[in-house]
């Protein structure tokens, strides 16, 4: 059995941006609440809670280049998505966001060692980061490097319970492995 990724599925998965190196007590806060939470309707409601609290980089200009960058992406314009991004990068070199992003713009362009780079950044400063989890799993399933991908995979669960693209993920690898799935 082989698992296929399609561009939608790509776009599916949550993109994050977390402050700069500092911890945030309200964050981890919000993980928290979401790695306990049993109810799926407070799930979502945290889970927004923290896109919204991980959007800000804490420069008008990088926010409004990362946005730029977004918009270039979802129309297929790499070269002007690739040179916002490297702006927000250069701007903004600890905000999550900006990596996370350039790393999903390598992707879709097949640039796959270049995106684990910038997901290993991404991870560097916010470990908790699903929607990067989630991508590096996809990233090494086409590798064909299923332990790895499933680890990634758990990883993105252990951080959000609810991700729905990691816990199908992890699930379809468990049942070609012979596994049980979850």
Aim: net charge positive.
């Amino acid at each position: 059995m082989r698992i296929r990724l399609s561009f939608a599925a790509v776009l599916a998965l949550p993109v994050f941006a977390a402050p700069a190196l500092a911890a945030d007590p309200a964050l981890d806060s919000l993980f928290n609440r979401l790695g306990e939470t049993t109810d799926r309707q407070e799930a979502a409601r945290v889970e927004t809670a923290i896109t919204r609290a991980l959007a800000k980089s804490g420069s008008a200009t990088a926010d409004l280049l990362l946005e730029r960058g977004t918009q270039a992406m979802n129309k297929g314009d790499f070269d002007n998505a690739l040179d916002s991004f490297n702006k927000v990068i250069a701007l903004a070199p600890n905000f999550v966001e900006g990596w996370n992003r350039r790393a999903t713009l390598y992707f879709l362009q097949g640039r796959f060692s270049a995106s684990i780079a910038d997901i290993d950044r991404t991870l560097a400063l916010e470990p908790r980061h699903f929607g990067a989890l989630a991508g590096l799993g996809q990233i090494y399933l086409i590798m064909g490097r299923t332990p790895d991908a499933q680890r990634a995979f758990q990883r993105a669960l252990a951080a959000d319970p609810y991700l729905g693209s990691a816990r199908q993920f992890l699930d379809a690898l468990k049942k070609q492995a012979g596994e049980v799935a979850l």
